[in-house]
């Protein structure tokens, strides 16, 4: 019987903003068809905070707690982001020392979103929390690191144009050393909880297919995008920062579905322990963490006038291309200010990879886009 | 002794009224007196299976639980009890509020009523009834008339999708499950549960091919009908914020907790009756030394895996064949029970829930026609005692298992691999 | 072989549980199984996670020997460049307008942080040229609302130079240095130093 003689009515479901697992105040209204979607709209704008207006009012440096507070799980990396478009702007050098030290603490911050995701994914999948405590535990451990350097566990304000806002202090090498060589035995043990896992075989394998092209139209980056199987690595296409030193390979995945969402992130993670490794073991013992120019902006910003013009900085952050892209009239305060949110634009595809496919599966494809809300309204 | 403590105290107090009050009442308060029981004990076990589940999924997600109402947490049930009691009892603008009402009290009501007829202990059954495991069937599954009334009387999205989930997961389930028990009764030729139990005196029925095969069907149909991960989809968290319990509160939302976990421990019950003995214990003098022998088989380091395993599992079928009579028959049956209960807290610690239609195909195209397969085999077990029957029975269950899984086996289940660059 | 990855799991989440138990610690070594990563937790209000030395909350202001001799002169630099404008200052100042001064240096009348509003960034500390002002960790300062409770004034921000030592050693001690070296360089023109006006 089809449902033309049954009068069925289709179902219209608001998914959030009050919702448990919608990653914050997202809101999807779903056009449900039984269980089947058929059509979804998303929602946004309930976190807007007026993020880029007020950080074209205060200084440069004023700006940068305010990107902590953007994709909160990496508050590294966005801080990284934007340092990277002011030297850019106002032509700062960065000493070797800081160089490696930015990519230590960024691919530590890919260790702790990678890791938290893959939890996430799970309690979206409605496994009791375990597989989410698990991610913690280890996540606590590296978040230990960054208070341990910056004071502060999420909102770190710590890299500067310039450099890092004050040397590492003793004894985080060897911290941060162990957390790496104690990370693969927490990979495995989560590896074997998850990955041959049927039920989550089941429920991922298929689900969400995201094609090449559409990913590449969208604008898709990161892991997402090379889950798609489109190799596009900031840190090897653009090779800032001393990345171009590191040994490293970009995992792709074949289907792009959330499975190899899922695993390129775990494939990730283990690329990222080695470029960790090695940064850690090639770090200079010495020189400055943070330049001369660079500390004399950190003690008064407003002195630091870049010159009139633009700039787009760029990194590899967790969740794909972190863009931030300035525009300078000479005053102390960014003219404009606009960040290119990769969770936001990564969002866009999602009506697309829900369609036809069951309401607990849009969670899930929600699940593996790996949003942060404060990145997406901004 | 022990054993019979509660049988004894029982017609103490029996006696004592009888002394004093007409034969016709003297009936009555035999019949209240068990039902009291029931009604006593069950709100008690609700509440601290609660306590218990969270300290295990606490302790496999390496924390340490609720520690804070009492020593180890345990008034923290009760606190949680004041706090349901005192909470505001919101019914929706829209909602029926009869319905709204009466649905988590006709959930709880089977729930109870299913304890009347388990044999908890020798002679300790409230009533011996000669449909019991009929009786068990038909009023568990009246539970899924409450999940569809509480949904649809919530006037709310998420609880009518997750009331329509329900049903249609509880009757698939309840196939399986009832073609489960048909392999038991077949076998002991009674539908008395305490019959089951006492024709597991020679050895439990899960150490046969078909009562394993039996005891998993019935075991993971039950945790489905009862809405536990990973077969939780009627009240999905991540997807229907609670399913059809998202319009409720305070005491009435207690009253549906209630009624899943004494459903869960029924489920747990009624397994440990039908397949793990009931109450038979194994005997006194073979299973220390099975134990024993386990110890030994397990730090032996130099034996392989496998082969420890499965001296292992010789020792646990040999523990299994016998029964003792030094432990009361009463604390064997909890701790099988248990233990099933530790079963089940465990699935839910570590898995993730099935998707809906996924949940459907597994009662569908797996359970139930292992379930159909396994009172053939059943059959067969009965018809040639000993050896033969055994052999046959496993070989007709291991081959269709195995045919089964083949078919089953989804196109997108596969090993990828991943091409790493540069 | 389905059902093995679902048998895994199980065995991984069974040994994280057996392994919080002491006993149970004993029996994965014995078995030759992996430990569990035991309790991860603390019990917080009896045990206390120990911070870094860096760890930040919010500002407190700092002073030398006496709470009246307060290193802030009131320039107000870190309220032009508090990100979210949480500090107000305003100069004590006599009649006639003019800056009254205790110690030689100006001070501050009114020196309030809402906390509520401030975002424990740590720039007033940066771009302080006195080094008046220094993140402290005490951070158990919940309140039942968040209006007069959790805007601190003078008086509630005063901490030593002591306590600041005390927290923090590695980072006094640099600042310590920096003080030295400042003093030196305007020690020798001595009344220079006393007719250096306050930083505007």
Redesign the interface.
């Given at each position: 019987m089809t449902n033309a003689a049954l009068k069925t009515d289709l179902?219209e479901?608001n998914?959030g903003p009050q919702?448990?697992?919608t990653h914050g105040v997202f809101q999807m209204t779903v056009v449900?068809d039984g269980?089947t979607i058929v059509s979804l709209k998303p929602v946004l704008g309930y976190l807007h905070r007026n993020h880029e207006q007020?950080c074209e009012d205060?200084?440069y440096?004023?700006?940068?707690?305010?990107t902590?507070?953007l994709d909160y799980f990496c508050a590294m990396t966005n801080n990284f982001g934007l340092a990277v478009a002011i030297e850019q702007l106002g032509g700062i050098e960065v000493p070797e020392r800081a160089q490696y030290l930015r990519v230590i603490l960024a691919e530590l911050t890919r260790l702790v979103n990678h890791t938290a995701v893959t939890g996430f994914l799970?309690?979206?999948?409605?496994?009791?929390?375990?597989p989410l405590?698990?991610a913690f535990?280890e996540r606590?451990k590296i978040l230990?690191l960054f208070?341990?350097?910056?004071?502060?566990r999420m909102?770190c304000?710590y890299i500067r144009p310039g450099g890092v806002?004050e040397d590492v202090?003793d004894g985080f090498v060897g911290r941060a050393q162990e957390i790496v060589a104690a990370y693969p035995?927490f990979l495995d043990?989560m590896e074997?909880?998850?990955?041959?896992?049927?039920?989550?075989?089941?429920?991922t394998?298929?689900v969400g297919v995201l094609p090449k092209a559409l990913a590449v139209n969208a604008g898709i980056t990161g892991p997402m995008l090379r889950a798609s199987?489109v190799?596009y690595d900031l840190r090897?296409v653009d090779g800032y920062g001393v990345y171009p030193r590191m040994r490293?390979?970009?995992?792709?995945?074949?289907?792009g579905d959330v499975?190899?969402r899922y695993?390129?992130r775990v494939?990730e993670m283990r690329?990222s322990l080695k470029i960790l490794e090695q940064a850690l073991k090639e770090l200079p013992k010495t020189g400055p963490a943070l330049s001369a120019k660079g500390q004399l902006i950190?003690?008064?910003?407003?002195t630091f006038r870049p010159p009139k013009g633009d700039a787009y900085g760029r990194i590899e952050s967790p969740k794909g291309e972190l863009g931030f892209y300035l525009v300078s009239d000479g005053s102390p305060q960014p003219y404009r200010y606009h960040v290119r949110a990769p969770s936001f634009i990564n969002l866009t595809v999602l009506e697309d990879m829900c369609r036809g496919q069951?309401?607990?599966?849009a969670?899930i494809i929600l699940g593996s886009v790996d949003i942060v809300m404060g990145e997406v309204d901004r | 002794m022990l054993d019979q403590l509660f049988v004894h105290a029982t017609r103490g107090l029996l006696t004592l009224p009888g002394r004093m009050l007409p034969p016709a009442l003297n009936a009555w308060v035999g019949l209240l007196l068990p039902i009291a029981a029931i009604a006593a004990l069950a709100p008690a076990v609700m509440m601290y299976l609660t306590w218990l589940e969270r300290k295990i999924?606490a302790r496999?997600?390496?924390?340490l639980g609720p520690n804070r109402v009492g020593l180890f947490g345990l008034t923290q049930p009760l606190a949680d009890g004041v706090k349901m009691l005192i909470k505001e009892d919101i019914v929706p603008a829209g909602a029926d509020r009869l319905l709204h009402v009466i649905a988590p009290v006709t959930a709880l009501l089977p729930a109870i009523l299913l304890f009347a007829v388990l044999p908890v202990g020798r002679n300790m059954a409230a009533v011996d009834l000669n449909v019991g495991a009929l009786y068990i069937l038909a009023v568990s599954s009246i539970s899924s008339l409450a999940v569809f009334m509480g949904g649809w009387a919530s006037r709310n999205?998420?609880s009518v999708?997750g009331a329509m989930r329900a049903v249609a997961q509880i009757i698939s389930y309840e196939v399986p499950s009832v073609l489960s028990v048909v392999a038991v009764i077949m076998v002991t030729g009674s539908l008395s549960l305490v019959a089951v139990v006492n024709a597991q005196a020679e050895g439990w029925f899960i150490a046969t091919p078909w009562g394993a095969v039996a005891a998993l069907t019935f075991f993971l149909s039950g945790i489905a009908e009862v809405n536990r991960?990973?077969f939780?989809m009627p009240e999905?968290?991540?997807?229907l914020?609670a399913g059809f319990h998202t319009e409720y509160s305070g005491m009435k939302f207690a009253l549906w907790y209630m009624a899943e976990f004494l459903e869960a421990f029924a489920v747990c019950a009624f397994t440990t009756t039908l397949f793990l003995g009931g109450w038979q214990g194994p005997a006194w003098p073979v299973w220390p030394w099975c134990l024993a022998a386990a110890l030994v088989l397990a730090s032996a380091r130099t034996l392989a895996g496998p082969l420890r395993l499965l001296g292992l599992l010789g020792c646990a079928w040999a523990a299994v064949a016998l029964r003792s009579e030094v432990v009361p028959s009463w604390a064997w049956f909890l701790l099988k029970t248990y233990a099933l209960v530790f079963v089940l807290v465990w699935l839910?610690?570590?898995?993730?829930?099935?998707?809906?239609?996924?949940l459907m195909g597994f009662a569908w195209k797996f359970l139930l026609p292992l379930a159909l397969v396994n009172i053939i085999a059943a059959g067969c077990w009965s018809v040639w005692p000993g050896l033969r029957g055994s052999l046959i029975a496993l070989g007709l269950l291991v081959g269709s298992a195995w045919a089964l899984i083949r078919v089953n086996a989804?196109?997108?289940?596969?090993r990828?691999?991943?091409?790493?660059?540069? | 072989m389905?059902?093995?990855?679902?048998l895994?799991?199980m065995?991984?989440?069974l040994r994280?549980f057996v392994g919080t138990y002491p006993a149970g610690r004993v029996l994965l070594k014995a078995l030759h199984l992996?430990e569990g990563?035991g309790i991860?937790t603390i019990s917080y209000p009896e045990t206390k996670q120990q911070?870094?030395?860096?760890?930040?909350y919010f500002p407190f202001l700092v002073y030398d020997a006496t709470p009246d001799n307060l290193r802030c002169v009131a320039c107000r630099i870190c309220e032009?460049?508090c990100?979210p404008q949480c500090i107000h200052i305003t100069m004590a100042k006599d009649e006639q307008n003019r800056p009254l001064k205790a110690n030689g240096r100006t001070f501050p009348a009114q020196f309030d942080i809402d906390v509520s509003i401030c975002?424990?960034?740590?720039?007033c500390v940066?771009?302080c040229?006195f080094e008046a002002i220094e993140?402290d960790n005490r951070h158990e300062i919940a309140t039942h609302a968040r209006g007069p409770e959790l805007l601190f004034d003078k008086t509630e921000l005063l901490r030593s130079a002591e306590y600041f030592q005390q927290i923090k050693p590695?980072e006094a001690a640099v600042v310590n240095q920096r003080l030295v070296a400042k003093a030196a360089k305007s020690q020798p023109p001595k009344p220079a130093a006393a007719s250096t006006p306050p930083a505007a």
């Open positions: 179902l479901v998914l919702h448990p697992s449900l269980e007020i205060v200084s440096i004023g700006c940068f707690p305010y902590d507070r799970l309690n979206d999948m409605g496994a009791f929390g375990t405590l698990y535990r606590e230990d208070e341990m350097a910056s004071g502060s909102m304000n806002r202090p035995r043990e074997t909880l998850l990955t041959e896992n049927e039920i989550i075989r089941q429920r394998q298929g199987g190799d090897k490293f390979k970009v995992p792709l995945g074949t289907v499975y190899d695993y390129v494939l690329e950190g003690r008064s910003p407003r069951k309401v607990a599966d969670i | 999924i496999m997600q390496n924390r999205k998420f999708l991960t990973p939780d999905a968290e991540s997807e914020v839910r610690g570590t898995f993730p829930r099935l998707r809906a239609d996924q989804p196109a997108s289940e596969q990828r691999t991943y091409v790493l660059v540069e | 389905i059902g093995v990855g679902v895994k799991g065995a991984v989440t994280q992996p990563n991860f911070h870094a030395e860096r760890f930040r032009q460049e990100p975002m424990s960034c740590r720039i940066d771009v040229p993140m590695t």
